[in-house]
């Protein structure tokens, strides 16, 4: 079929794989005259992505025309459904129609019933929280989507690593592939890339609870210094801030079911719970929702072309002090 349709929230697998398909299909030469991405938000893009689904590709190999179309699946627009209908019997054998969403249409819809009828299809679902053998699965084939090879103990480990943590998987393998030797990550490289970089989060957080904005600032700038995005740091630091902030406020209402917390707050290991109860000893919710309110503002400032090191310092530093 030169009709597919890519469907699930773990858009960071079904992207690999758009991205897989495309190096399988399309010559290397001719990638930005035979590869077109559009999004059906735009409707002008509508037109344009079937119009390119039909026209023959440059050199020998194929076309590959993705189309995120959202939107879709959940309204009949009877208009793109005829269109594409007729599209899809004008494609060229050397032309392939991608269509991503996040959701699946109804299989009794209208635009349900013609993708089952014109489109292969794939799914993409990110593994439930509980689902350790799957969120195991998930690493292996991102992994293995690079080239990379990745024991089932090695996966284990890199899922406790960042169990609980605002952490991209992909990012964090492909920044592994480059530290590892010979194709394959090791206990080691998972101990310095990524545990480090969660024991230097949690760092940061109790020294901003601490009022120890100069020392927070030097590990923030250590990080920044190694590459790591701004919004990056910034997301990681207000995810861990409130699991902890929930935990406080369960803390202080007498709840102590620790499979509830546990559940509540999307970690894995409910035994987690326990080491950070004995964390928020020292620190008050209202501590944690002023640094929450910090961490919102810095985030703002990076959206609005903030200098990175100068946006927490303005926050942290002249803010804080204010």
């Known amino acids: 079929m030169p009709v597919y349709f890519y469907w699930g929230d773990d858009e960071v697998a079904a992207l690999a794989a758009v991205d897989d398909f495309i190096r399988k299909v399309v010559d290397p030469c001719w990638v930005d005259a035979n590869v077109t991405r559009l999004d059906g938000a735009d409707r002008n893009h509508i037109k344009r992505a079937l119009e390119e689904s039909i026209t023959p590709p440059f050199g020998t190999q194929s076309r590959v025309v993705v189309f995120r179309c959202n939107s879709f699946s959940t309204e009949h627009d009877n208009g793109f459904i005829s269109q594409l209908e007729?599209?899809?019997?004008?494609?060229?054998?050397?032309?392939?129609l991608i269509l991503l969403s996040l959701k699946k249409p109804d299989p009794k819809s209208i635009i349900g019933k013609v993708f089952n009828q014109i489109a292969e299809e794939k799914s993409f679902i990110l593994p439930a929280k509980w689902n350790r053998s799957g969120q195991i699965k998930r690493i292996q084939e991102i992994a293995d989507s690079i080239g990379l090879f990745i024991s089932t103990h090695i996966a284990e480990e890199l899922n406790n690593a960042i169990q609980g943590e605002s952490i991209d998987v992909a990012n964090e393998i492909e920044k592994l592939d480059l530290y590892s030797t010979a194709r394959a990550i090791t206990s080691e490289s998972i101990h310095t890339l990524i545990k480090s970089q969660i024991t230097s989060v949690e760092e940061i957080i109790k020294l901003l609870?601490?009022?120890?904005?100069?020392?927070?600032?030097?590990?923030?700038?250590?990080?920044?210094d190694k590459d790591e995005s701004a919004i990056k740091i910034v997301v990681s630091l207000t995810k861990l801030v409130r699991i902890w902030l929930w935990i406080s406020l369960f803390t202080q209402q007498g709840e102590n079911n620790i499979e509830k917390i546990a559940k509540m707050t999307n970690i894995i290991n409910p035994k987690r719970i326990y080491v950070i109860r004995k964390q928020l000893t020292d620190y008050s919710s209202e501590a944690l929702i002023h640094l929450l309110k910090q961490l919102s503002m810095i985030e703002m400032a990076l959206k609005q072309g903030m200098p990175s090191k100068d946006a927490f310092r303005d926050v942290f530093f002249v803010q804080g002090n204010s």
């Open 86 to 96: 007729t599209c899809s019997k004008l494609i060229p054998q050397k032309c392939h």
């Open 209 to 224: 609870l601490e009022n120890k904005s100069g020392e927070a600032i030097t590990l923030i700038d250590i990080l920044l």
